[in-house]
């Protein structure tokens, strides 16, 4: 990369910082051992199969195990966990398995500090002085389920259904089994569920609209791409395993380039680094189309025999789109649109990369459908190193065993017109005002699992009173983070290395099993663990109350997960057969390879009936991005941070030793017109909240932009999202239930604090 290839970014290059922050050993304050030495797994290359199987290898006196990463990642890496006198020595990852490759991001060679962390929730916790007071009492698991059960008969009693209890849970613990929650609510009878998902959902509904499902080619093989587009994804920090084939594919001639607003560390790696204006993305794209339209350089053959919709689309472009038009919009100039549209169009196979941060707009989804669209007129779906990857969902078909637990009979819910009765659903995107907005009957209970709601939702301030309207709220968890903080009870939750399960990735095609490694510290139980003690007494109390089971070994419960189709994707006969090692799903390596797509036309649609019938322009047309109010001129992002995953791993020890607080990215300009200097505190802030936090001027950010990178930091007063509005994306309903969020069409005013 050289600084002619830095499109729209004027003198930035010359300021670039590159961010290459590397745990050491001497950063580390307090840490048992070096991370060097954490690091230095050069040993595990010699283990033997039966040692990776778990058992005694006497050599160097460990037992070895294999886990899985159950983190909400692209990466999901397989894990070889080393236990030594029932204690978890050290991690690493497995060589057998070809994308992890044996290696694990810096959050993954925490786990031994989080598994042994004091700030571990232990036992059952009671908050006796009131929400939010910190006044806790241990209490036992009898005592916990017998209040919680208590309450559910009495709501059940006083308003004649469940529907008081409301579920929030959503990916922080993403191991298949942990859908033993909604089997547990579902199992109660009919309650309130949290319905969507923040992170992707736009996304799927375009993917959904223009191929049928969400079906993304294998990410090893983007080593084969002749030409790859990483845009909106910074995998240098969030999927650093895909780096390896991005890097090997270059080795192999690809170009690399990367569109994104923010200099990020992928970025600083590319042949070609496009800054782009924030949720402009469709403009770009379509402006790509345009040209490729002007200069005959479409696939014809593949727009006659897999793509309906063409001539619309044509006729959208010649009508309403110019590589000039694209250029105002988008920042980017019109010769680096226009090359960027030959180069891509005349490189087969070429590979976009959609990363998640560019559809959380108001306008996402049709962005990504834009994007889309490049690779079906060019032909590249289908191609091997080809195509448009979002994510893929092929390998999770396994019989969620349990969460399928039917409601005790006679059960009252929610009456659908064809007769039968359902959960009441509020938008996951919008809970604390869908909770207060409740009625007939109102929540007055939640359980929260597997989430941090009052740390990753929008509009936090009404989460928190959506809270303390609450007569009880109960949260499982590992640490005390904020949700847990404003909760009546906590429950201690196992780790990973603590009990049985197996995962799949939204990403790569591997499949593994998760071993238990160590017994569970102190009383903490799985949700299935703790589904079972609470069915066992709220039968007790009222027989017949609760159709869970009441007791089961996790090793048969693992077992009724698997089915004859998970078995024949993966090549065995017995999931026992996992034990020996993760396996690779049996699919192509290029998504629709056969030229079938799941379409109601059996074709890739460029015009889809079925977003019409959701409200969309049935053509990827551009949708206006949200602008800046003139009170709140500036944009502030808030992507993922990369020694923390949402609100995870940065309150571990040597995450705040490495980065123990919080910062604001200004770019110099910006920070010269309000009098702000490198370190000083500032005050970020709109209509709906504000945030104190030190600002860090540098110039990987654009002038009229920041970020600040969401995580949950100890002990610190830190929440991105206190000036984020619950405003929907355009799409995600029909995929997920609800539309996705816009977390980046967030506008804020600066001061120094």
Known sequence: MDKKSVAGSGAIWEKLITRRTFLKGTAVAGAAAAVEGLLNFDFLWHLTPAARAGSNNNDNKYQVFLNVCPRNCYDTCSILSYVQDGVLKKVTG????????????????????????PDRIKYPMRQTGGRGSGKWQRINWDEAMDVIARKILELKKRYGSTLPICLDKYS??????????????????????ALGTPCWPAGIDAQTFDMGTLYSSDPEAMVNARYLILWGVNPAWTSIHSMHFVYEARKRGAKLVVIDPVISQTASKADLYVQINPSTDGALALGMARYILDHNLYDRDYLQNHVIGWEQF????????????????????????????????TAKPALIWIGYGMQRHTNGGQNVRAIDALAAITGNIGKTGGGANYGQLETWGFNYHAMGFKAPAGSKGVSKPDGTVSDRFIDINNFGHDVLAAKDP??????????????????AGVVEKAFRSM??????????????????????????????????????????????????????????????????????LAPGSCTYPVDGDMQDWLGKEFNAKTYQMLGIQDWRE??????????????????????????YELYSQEAQKFGHNPLPVYLDEEKAPEKYPYRLLTPHWKLGLHSQFQNLDWMMSTNPEPWLEIHPDLAAAKGIR?????????DLGWLIIKARVTATV???????????YRDVDYNVNYTVKATPADMGTKATGNPGIAFHDNFIDITRA
């Open 94 to 117: 497995n060589p057998e398995q070809t994308f992890t490759r044996g290696h694990l991001c810096a959050k993954g060679y925490t786990y031994t500090r989080r598994v042994y962390s």
């Open 172 to 193: 922080g613990n993403f191991e298949i089994m942990h859908y033993g929650i909604e089997g547990m609510m579902s199992s109660i009878g009919y309650t309130t569920r």
């Open 314 to 345: 044509a006729a959208y472009l010649r009508d309403r789109v110019t590589t000039g038009w694209a250029s105002y919009k988008t920042g980017v100039p019109q010769e680096v649109i226009e090359t960027l549209a030959r180069e891509y169009a």
């Open 442 to 459: 109102p929540v007055k209970m939640l359980w929260i699992a597997c989430r941090n709601p009052l740390s990753q939702d929008p509009e």
């Open 471 to 540: 007569e009880l709220v109960v949260t499982v968890d590992q640490f005390m983070n904020r949700s847990a903080q404003l909760s009546d009870i906590v429950l201690p939750a196992t780790t990973q290395f603590e009990d049985w399960g197996v995962n799949a990735s939204y990403w790569h095609y591997w499949v593994g099993i998760n071993q238990q490694a160590i017994k569970p510290l102190f009383e903490a139980k799985s949700d299935v663990q703790i589904a079972m003690a609470l069915s066992r007494r709220l039968n007790q």
């Open 578 to 603: 996992l034990l020996k090692g993760p396996r690779k799903a049996r699919l192509p390596a290029a998504s629709w390879s056969d030229g079938k797509f799941r379409t109601p036309s059996g074709k």
């Open 678 to 686: 490198d370190g000083d505190m500032v005050k970020v802030f709109n």
């Open 702 to 712: 654009p002038p009229g932009i920041m970020a600040a990178y969401e995580a949950w």
